[in-house]
């Protein structure tokens, strides 16, 4: 076996690993801030209620 098939036999593993890295991380790092902005609109939702049944509480006229 010569040197040059083991160095493109290393590059090859080198990238593909690097690619399946890149494949898994980014989706999961996308769904996490997609994930965080979801919790953001359901905090600011329940806020909302919250204060609109405050206000009805009131006798908002």
Do not use: W
């Amino acid at each position: 076996m010569n040197t040059t098939l083991i160095a493109q036999i290393f590059h090859y593993l080198i990238f593909m690993s690097v690619f399946i890295f890149l494949l898994i991380f980014i989706p999961v790092k996308l769904f996490i801030k997609l994930n965080r902005r979801v919790k953001n609109i359901e905090d600011m939702v329940a806020a909302l209620k919250e204060n609109i049944k405050d206000s009805g509480k009131d006798g908002g006229d």
